[in-house]
């Protein structure tokens, strides 16, 4: 098995690009047993980012995407987008340092939350990230003292009648009908405002829900232009779809979408139009395997679900693994995700039982799955949970002492190579890469990453 190093302390296993992802799960699994190791893991596919890079621009090539760092901080991540090109979405002082660390240029980096703490605005003036976003007076003052050259976007309401998996209208968005004052106070302050923005909350789950916010858009910036500001930027924000499981997919959205910024913003109206994705990029790229650490046969219930989905009295069985929703599946309570067990053996009998299944936590609270139907198992057994890329490690914690899973990434050996042609050279921005990826644009550069050939399989980090 060839290993290759990226960065430090990540290992990246190559393999065929035709072997399935169940098969690497086992793999591990049984690498892992035979150290008696029987800690969760997510498992990363590298490949699957550079995929969705490719997709994105060939169906949305207008709009340059800036990754959202909060839904999936995890460093080779960051690095693998950082050399495609990729901008970057930061909400706070902590990720803009970590961006800029990699050694991505301040203008790729769009401050993207329009409520900011003072210091790290002025953190932002130091590290010259001018671009944020704004949505209501008070933010303006704070960054006429702290960045007075700042290039503000203004982020908007967009329509509400459209269903999303995690509504972020609550929150954040200037109404529309609110935006021309708020323009006309910055101009009073003499800030540069240079374009409009909006986010149809994550997880959108209708296309019609990106065209009717870029009409919204489309008659703020028309405003704004009319008050003397310079606009030259859209930013459509997140709310796409990470995996192939979703409502609406990504092909449908792109075609909305290019149709609705072609009539609105035009090549010609000369507008960058940029992204904040989040979950598009991570969420298939990522799955997780726990280990059952105990198991209960139920057979009088309080649980009055259970006991009516046990019709033929055969029993449920409870199931206790050890990652829960006060660690990576915190998703279930913080994204409004549901997620879905595939087993990693097959089973000894595959009659199935009314399931349920638990964090290891005291909590009750600390509930995966219920009501599910599985085959009997054991305890030592893994199950797998795939699509687990977005909004699961990034908010984890070590609630009760439960320690947080390892983390193991692979890549299909054809796209590692065209990564980076030659494992032992550091490519340079100009290196024949754009070459073997034909969709990466102009200005898209590509960043210098540390890359080395190691030959052995890496080491679960086990006792
Ligand atoms: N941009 C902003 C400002 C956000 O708050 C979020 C998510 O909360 C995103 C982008 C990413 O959204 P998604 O993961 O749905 O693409």
């Not at 708020?182 to 994550?202: T, Y």
């Not at 000369?270 to 650490?293: H, M």
């Not at 290891?360 to 054991?378: F, H, Y």
């Amino acid at each position: 098995m060839k290993t290759v190093g990226f960065g430090k302390n990540c290992k990246v296993q190559l393999h065929s690009s035709r072997k399935p992802y169940m098969e690497l799960v086992q793999e591990r699994v049984a690498h892992l047993e035979l150290q008696h190791c029987e800690d969760a893991f997510f498992l990363a596919d590298l490949g699957d980012i550079v995929k969705k890079y490719e997709k994105w621009m060939e169906l949305l090539p207008r709009v340059e995407p800036f990754y959202a760092v909060k839904c999936n901080n995890d460093p080779a991540v960051l690095k693998l987008l950082a050399h495609l090109g990729v901008g970057f979405d930061c909400a706070s002082k902590d990720e803009i340092s970590r961006v800029l660390r990699l050694g991505v240029r301040p203008s790729r980096i769009v401050y993207a939350n329009p409520c900011k703490q003072n210091s790290f605005i002025r953190y932002a003036a130091k590290e010259k990230v001018d671009l944020m976003t704004f949505d209501n007076e008070a933010e303006l003052y704070k960054i006429k003292n702290a960045y007075p050259t700042a290039r503000l976007v203004l982020r908007i309401l967009p329509p509400a009648n459209f269903k999303v998996q995690c509504e972020l209208g609550n929150k954040f968005g200037c109404h529309p009908s609110d935006a021309r004052c708020l323009l006309r106070k910055a101009k009073e302050h003499g800030l540069n405002v240079v374009g409009i923005s909006f986010h149809v909350g994550s997880g959108v789950e209708e296309a019609e829900a990106f065209s009717a916010a870029v009409e919204t858009a489309a008659q703020v910036f028309n405003e704004g232009q009319a008050l003397g500001f310079d606009f030259d930027l859209l930013d459509i924000g997140g709310g796409f779809p990470g995996h192939s499981e979703a409502p609406v997919t990504f092909k449908e959205i792109a075609t909305v979408l290019n149709k609705a910024l072609n009539k609105h913003f035009p090549p010609k109206r000369n507008v960058r139009i940029i992204a904040e994705p989040g979950r598009y990029f991570v969420a298939s790229a990522f799955s997780i395997t726990v280990n059952i650490i105990a198991k209960r046969l139920v057979t009088s219930y309080l649980d009055k679900d259970m006991a009516e989905n046990d019709k033929d009295g055969k029993g449920a069985f409870m199931y206790y693994v050890n990652d829960g929703v006060y660690g990576s599946f915190n998703s279930l309570l913080y994204d409004h995700a549901s997620v879905e067990a595939r087993l990693v053996n097959a089973p000894v009998n595959p009659m199935e039982f009314v399931t349920s299944v638990w964090g290891p936590t005291c909590d009750g609270l600390d509930q995966i799955l219920k009501n599910a139907k599985l085959p009997e198992l054991d305890v030592g057994e893994f199950i797998n949970f795939p699509d687990m890329g977005a909004y699961t490690l990034c908010a984890g914690s070590t609630f009760n002492g439960m320690p947080r899973p390892d983390m193991f990434y692979h890549c299909s050996e054809n796209i590692w190579n065209t990564l980076f042609p030659s494992d032992l050279k550091v490519p340079e921005p100009s290196s024949p890469i754009t070459k073997s990826l034909p969709i990466l644009k102009a200005g898209h550069q590509l960043e210098k990453v540390e890359i080395d050939v190691l030959s052995a399989s890496p080491t679960p980090v086990c006792v």
